[in-house]
């Protein structure tokens, strides 16, 4: 299954970039072992409208056009379930298993996604009730799919 973070917002030169880029290559590199292809991040400009709703219906629908017919979209929000790293993988490898061909998950902008967008989605995944700088959640989510390859193919880096 091929992979593709979807961001809204720019990922600026500096530490936090490093390591996420550290991350996503060590995805990259062990996630075809288990199935798991790395498609890339794909970046959009935060929406432009007026209130918090018309920036997220800009930016759900530019994220619409890039989920393709029978992909599954993961949305990162803080209204979503919080999961273990076990549990997360578990997902992921389940719609896998179920032959989606693609995987989109997408990081929203500062307002956040959409009630309309969180309902098409086919699951929302929370980091935790606190807020995360965007950067954050990039170098965050790139280790978590890491982890995944990692937890799916039983190497030591997970230790629960």
Same mark, same amino acid.
């Given at each position: 299954?091929?992979? =593709?973070?979807?961001?809204?917002? +720019?990922?600026?030169?500096?530490?936090?970039?490093?390591?996420?880029?550290?991350?996503?290559? &060590?995805?990259? @590199?062990?996630?075809?072992?288990?199935?798991?292809?790395? $498609? %890339?991040?794909?970046?959009?400009?935060?929406?432009?409208?007026?209130?918090?709703?018309? @920036?997220? &219906?800009?930016?759900?629908?530019?994220?619409?056009?890039?989920?393709?017919?029978?992909?599954?979209? #993961?949305?990162?929000?803080?209204?979503?379930?919080?999961?273990?790293?076990?549990?997360?993988? $578990?997902?992921?490898?389940?719609? @896998?298993?179920?032959? +989606?061909?693609?995987? !989109? !998950?997408? =990081?929203?902008?500062?307002?956040?996604?959409?009630?309309?967008? &969180?309902?098409?989605?086919? #699951?929302?995944?929370?980091? %935790?009730?606190?807020?995360?700088?965007?950067? #954050?959640? +990039?170098?965050?989510?790139?280790?978590?799919?890491? +982890?995944?390859?990692? =937890?799916?193919?039983?190497?030591?880096?997970? &230790?629960?």
């Amino acid at each position: 299954m091929k992979l =593709i973070v979807h961001a809204v917002g +720019r990922m600026k030169s500096g530490p936090e970039k490093e390591l996420g880029d550290r991350y996503y290559e &060590r995805f990259a @590199r062990s996630g075809p072992a288990v199935g798991l292809e790395f $498609g %890339g991040v794909t970046e959009i400009p935060e929406g432009r409208g007026q209130t918090a709703q018309e @920036r997220q &219906r800009e930016e759900g629908q530019k994220l619409l056009a890039h989920v393709q017919a029978g992909a599954a979209l #993961l949305l990162l929000d803080e209204r979503g379930k919080s999961f273990s790293s076990q549990e997360f993988s $578990g997902r992921i490898s389940a719609m @896998r298993d179920e032959g +989606r061909k693609t995987l !989109v !998950v997408a =990081i929203g902008g500062p307002d956040g996604h959409s009630e309309a967008l &969180r309902q098409q989605a086919d #699951l929302t995944v929370s980091f %935790g009730a606190l807020t995360w700088p965007h950067q #954050l959640v +990039r170098v965050m989510l790139g280790e978590q799919l890491y +982890r995944v390859a990692t =937890i799916l193919a039983g190497h030591p880096y997970h &230790r629960a």
